[in-house]
T-cell receptor
Framework: DAGVTQSPTHLIKTRGQQVTLRCSPK?????VSWYQQALGQGPQFIFQ???????QRGNFPDRFSGHQFPNYSSELNVNALLLGDSALYLC?????????????FGPGTRLTVL | GENVEQHPSTLSVQEGDSAVIKCTYS??????FPWYKQELGKGPQLIID?????GEKKDQRIAVTLNKTAKHFSLHITETQPEDSAVYFC????????????FGTGTRLKVLA
């Protein structure tokens, strides 16, 4: 049973660039949440996708956007990168349609903005 | 606003001793409390969770207790082993349609052999 996968593993960008991160949920899961984890901090909720729509958004600017595809995989896009966007970006999947709210995390994508 | 406080930030114990990590949440509507273990270079791994209709839950050497009145919940690890060394995060969630997790700031646990 494949767990949550994310790509790429690491990414280096410069300020002002745009980045796309990808996530495939655990087999059978239908909901994807994205979190940002700064060094030494707990993960912070960015947004959650269910049925290809953004269901809730955390306290992040519009530069952060996402998408969910019919196969439940998801992308996180960040525009106009800032140095402060350097972090580990985590994707978590769950099976909300069956009332199962446990979230299972992928290994993350380490984004460095120079 | 929603907030989860976690203490201590670092914890060192001798192998075989117990470790306790405590969290306090602010949103009284929170009703689901998972705990995650994060090893270096990996994503958080769910190790145990508890729902608000239960006061305590145990899984082998790991237990979680919840005091809804005080808005406290704690992780207890008994008979600690070197492989328990990691960063542990508590989280709180209000499962009323949104399911986002609010995480604590983490506890770095070191088990000394």
């Amino acid at each position: 049973d494949a767990g949550v996968t994310q790509s790429p593993t690491h990414l280096i960008k410069t300020r002002g660039q745009q980045v796309t991160l990808r996530c495939s949920p655990k087999s059978g899961h239908d909901t994807v949440s994205w979190y940002q984890q700064a060094l030494g901090q707990g993960p912070q909720f960015i947004f959650q996708y269910y049925e290809e729509e953004e269901r809730q958004r955390g306290n992040f600017p519009d530069r952060f956007s996402g998408h969910q595809f019919p196969n439940y995989s998801s992308e996180l896009n960040v525009n106009a990168l800032l140095l402060g966007d350097s972090a580990l970006y985590l994707c978590a999947s769950s099976l909300a349609s069956r009332g199962r709210y446990e979230q299972f995390f992928g290994p993350g994508t380490r984004l460095t903005v120079l | 606003g929603e907030n989860v406080e976690q203490h201590p930030s670092t914890l060192s114990v001798q192998e075989g001793d117990s470790a306790v990590i405590k969290c306090t949440y602010s949103d009284s509507a929170s009703n689901y409390f998972p705990w995650y273990k994060q090893e270096l270079g990996k994503g958080p791994q769910l190790i145990i969770d508890i729902r608000s209709n239960v006061g305590e839950k145990k899984d082998q050497r790991i237990a979680v207790t919840l005091n809804k009145t005080a808005k406290h919940f704690s992780l207890h690890i008994t008979e600690t082993q070197p492989e328990d060394s990691a960063v542990y995060f508590c989280a709180a969630s209000t499962q009323t349609g949104t399911y986002k997790y609010i995480f604590g700031t983490g506890t770095r646990l070191k088990v000394l052999a």
